[in-house]
């Protein structure tokens, strides 16, 4: 069935509104419908999405929006004023007492997280699937800020590890591991790759990526495995060229807040051990020198500084070519913000129609904007490929 821009658009603004608000429903919902057999669970490598906490129990990552197929991370927050219930086997979303989305679909589980690595390790850890043929590594499910007392205060990647790396047996990656998981996924047509982790000395996270990107192209045969590189801002600026020499074709450098002021209340840490906001800033645009302008990625937490300041911040990176991300801040359990709220759907909801015009001005394309961010499945990413004239589920 096909459907007109206009009903698209609607569909991808009512899931912006349920990301903001998340999803309140009973934590056994879902049992009995073949969460982490059918339909791909959410495997918790570097920070649950959730409000509450649920060790015990498996929900599913995602589902899909009826109109137009977009995929949606499913957020519990039982406060939320929209209501998931289950009638038998079929899945409603009501808000208000009216039903607003009917009988929705969980997305199926890749085949690849029933695999084990030569040694035994989860390849479902080691390299998720965010959709669109992307893959998300983390190979560090933990910031070496916490025990500085300098976190992030967005930030639950520490609670996450806490809460679940025990449940879903999450623990530090082996650069062989990770290779051989790209393997297999590679082969099953994967095309994508973002590798993260937190906090860690700058020399000794030169030396992690580049044993993972040398890995990665022994196993698979790739010199280029299309491949982006998560990474601090450092210090010595000769650590992003090695970056590029080992095999990654793009980087992220994070500044998550624009404003002066804010960045240094905010992320304290990277304040602190990376040579403040100014350094990022130049890290940032050297990276752009080293890779070229569209192969540099940056993310902004949106909500948390003015929309003004946050709108200001994208321009100016996407000017310069940057690929500027609002990321829509959604208030986790554990972090030192939680119990804050999130700006109303309707703030986000112009905040990405503005940054999508910006892309547009400034000819970002949804193939290079996918290229450079770890999940290509936000609302940024679907306006922008409805802009383009892109069908929903093409990637």
């Known amino acids: 069935m096909g459907f007109s821009k206009e009903e698209l658009k609607e569909s991808i603004r009512l ?24 339909y791909g669970e959410r495997v918790n490598v570097l920070f649950t999405p959730d409000r509450h906490a649920h060790r015990q129990v498996e929900f599913p990552a995602c589902f899909y929006m009826p109109v137009g197929g977009y995929r949606t991370q499913i957020r519990w927050n039982n ?3 929209y209501k998931l219930v289950r009638t038998d086997n079929v899945f409603n979303i009501i808000n208000n007492g009216q039903i607003i989305l009917e009988d929705i679909k969980f997305v199926e589980r890749p085949d690849y997280y029933d695999k084990k690595t030569s040694d035994g390790a989860d390849m479902r850890t080691l390299a998720t699937d965010v959709g669109y043929g992307s893959l998300f590594i983390v190979y560090s499910n933990e910031c070496c800020l916490k025990e500085k007392g300098k976190d992030c205060l967005f930030c639950n990647i520490n609670e996450t590890k806490s809460l679940y790396a025990d449940e879903q047996n999450i623990q530090w990656k082996q650069a062989k591991q990770i290779a051989e998981t790209i393997k297999y996924t590679y082969d099953l047509g994967y095309r994508h790759l973002t590798v993260s982790g937190g906090f ?15 890995a990665i192209q022994d196993a698979t045969g790739l010199i280029d495995f299309n491949g982006t590189a998560c990474v601090g801002a450092p210090n010595d600026f000769s650590a992003i060229e090695k970056f590029k020499e080992v095999g990654f074709n793009s980087i ?9 002021r804010m960045f240094d209340v905010i992320c304290p840490g990277k304040s602190e051990f990376c040579g403040g906001r100014e350094n990022w800033l130049k890290a940032i645009e050297y990276e752009v020198e080293v890779f070229g302008k569209q192969h540099v990625r940056s993310t902004l937490v949106s909500g948390i500084e003015p929309k003004e300041s946050l709108l200001e911040g994208i321009e100016i990176l996407v000017e310069k070519g940057v690929n500027a991300l609002p990321s829509q801040w959604y208030v986790n359990v554990g972090s030192a913000l939680e119990g804050h ?6 703030w986000h909801w112009d905040v990405f129609e503005k940054t999508v015009s910006i892309y547009r001005k400034y000819g970002l394309t949804y193939e290079r904007l996918r290229d450079t961010t770890a999940e290509p499945d936000t609302v940024a990413h679907d306006l922008l490929r409805l802009e383009q004239g892109l069908a929903p589920n093409q990637v």
């Open 15 to 38: 899931k912006n509104a349920i990301q903001v608000e998340g999803l309140a429903f009973d934590e056994h919902i879902f049992d009995g419908i073949g969460v982490s057999q059918k």
């Open 79 to 81: 406060n939320s004023p």
């Open 200 to 214: 860690v000395p700058e020399r000794r996270e030169v030396d992690i990526y580049a044993d993972i990107a040398e």
């Open 252 to 260: 992220a450098t994070n500044i998550e807040v624009w404003n002066e």
């Open 341 to 346: 709220r999130t700006p109303d759907p309707d």
